[in-house]
């Protein structure tokens, strides 16, 4: 089977194309920047055009807008994105009878205080344009009838591009001190993991019949304090002083969610996906990292 991989210079994309290498199906990967395909999946008819050229069965979109804090000021492109182009992807994998596996986000809840963890059908009331436009892309799938599967995972990272764990091992290691909010948690996602979900869920065509919305993140639950002492510990920057803050120290457009557990009670029973503890995750990627050092 082809399938196409859109986002391949993401993290994700990344990932993807590292677990895609054992496969002896043909993945494609597209993106509008580095050295791949070009598909400019805002654009229908050219996503129509080039699933029906390379007979694409399945696509698996790591494309999104991701910049929370600037989609309060880019909506419009956000929402294009997020939303409209998630639209075309089902739309296309529809005249196909094809398969769309879609990332969502927790970010999609945060409109109510809650402190347990959240199963697929609590209804999703998002705080800021980010998750309103994942919503918006959900609903897109949804109403366009293709088969699919939507993954809601959070706070993810890896060894690719910018993100949280990267960051924090640069100011871990070059300030003497740092605050990092303690009353916002959530469960780390190594891109990596995820990327072996989706690759299991494709490989097996675990997905005929499974139609649906799953959550996936790694196992546990920490605030972005306990996730930052954790990287100093395992880079070796416990020289740093890392005290715990309150986010309103911080003051952001967006509110983020200051609980967004995700329970993955559905996707291990209906795929048999087996789900590492977040501090083994963290282990692997860190050690991967101090390869490239």
């Known amino acids: 089977m082809n399938i196409l991989v859109t986002g391949a210079n993401g993290q994700l994309g990344h990932e993807m194309q590292i677990v895609s290498r054992k496969s002896t199906d043909n993945y494609i990967f597209t993106d509008v920047v580095g050295d791949y395909s070009r598909l400019d999946i805002t654009k229908e008819s050219e996503v129509i055009d080039f ?61 109510d205080p809650y402190n347990t963890p959240c199963t697929e059908d609590r209804t999703g009331k998002p705080t800021g344009v980010y998750g309103l436009t994942k919503l918006h892309g959900e609903e897109a799938i949804k109403s366009s009838g293709c088969h699919y599967v939507i993954l809601r995972t959070s706070w993810l990272y890896s060894e690719f591009g910018k993100n949280f764990v990267k960051t924090m091992i640069n100011l871990t290691t070059t300030k003497d ?25 494709v490989e097996e065509r675990k997905y005929e019949g499974n139609d649906g919305i799953y959550n996936y993140s790694n196992e546990g639950v920490c605030s972005w304090y306990d996730f930052t002492k954790m990287i100093a510990k395992m880079w070796g920057s416990e020289g740093c002083d890392i005290q715990p803050c309150h986010s309103s120290e911080f003051p952001s457009k967006v509110v983020r969610p200051s609980y967004s557990v995700l329970d993955k009670t559905k996707i291990k029973e209906t795929f048999g996906v087996k789900v590492p503890y977040w501090t083994d995750s963290l282990n692997e990627c860190i050690d991967n990292l101090k390869l490239k050092a």
């Open 177 to 201: 001190s740092l605050k990092v909010v303690f009353d916002q948690a959530g469960t780390p996602t190594y891109a990596l993991d995820l990327a072996r979900a989706i690759f299991n869920i």
């Open 51 to 111: 699933v029906r050229e390379k007979s694409i069965g399945a696509i698996v979109n790591c494309a999104a807008y991701t910049n929370v804090d600037k989609a309060e000021d880019d909506q419009e492109l956000c929402e294009l994105l997020n939303a409209t182009a998630v639209g075309n992807l089902a739309r296309a994998m529809k005249m196909v009878d094809g398969v769309l596996i879609h990332v969502s986000t927790d970010y999609v809840f945060g409109g």
